[in-house]
């Protein structure tokens, strides 16, 4: 997902054959569909920069969201996983257990630092980033 600053001109639409509409940028939303919030309080699911896309100004062409793939991840593979601890949503490290193929929450992982079994949503959960 790209990250957008306060203030910057962007495209938005919701689906791949919608015309892109120029808007300007205000939040990323913590949302599966509507992500992008802009000025005037309207949510999208796509955003891309107008700078370099102005000939995409009322079409429907351009570049389309890529739809995430299901990540695969082992048995006890070290992953990181987004917890929410009161107001504050941070990654933890994780193992993981088990997966399922469909459903709301598809992967089960053990939260390592206090030992919590959870499920997650494919967004929750990223392959571990070793230290540097």
Not at 6 to 25: K, S, T
Not at 70 to 80: I, K, T
């Amino acid at each position: 997902m790209e990250e957008f600053k306060l203030g910057q001109y962007v495209l938005c639409r919701d689906a791949n054959d919608e015309n892109w509409r120029p808007h300007i940028f205000c939040k990323h939303l913590d949302s599966d569909e509507e992500t992008y919030l802009v000025v005037g309080g309207m949510a999208y699911s796509q955003c891309i920069p107008l700078e370099g896309n102005e000939e995409l100004i009322g079409t429907a062409g351009g570049p389309a969201r890529e739809e995430p793939k299901p990540a695969h991840y082992e048995f006890l593979e070290p992953v990181e996983v987004l917890v929410e601890d009161g107001s504050l949503r941070q990654w933890k490290p994780a193992i993981y257990l088990d997966g399922e193929t469909s459903g709301s929450n598809p992967h089960l992982v053990v939260v390592v630092d206090d030992k919590r079994i959870l499920w997650c949503k494919d967004k929750e959960v990223c392959r571990a980033v070793p230290s540097i």
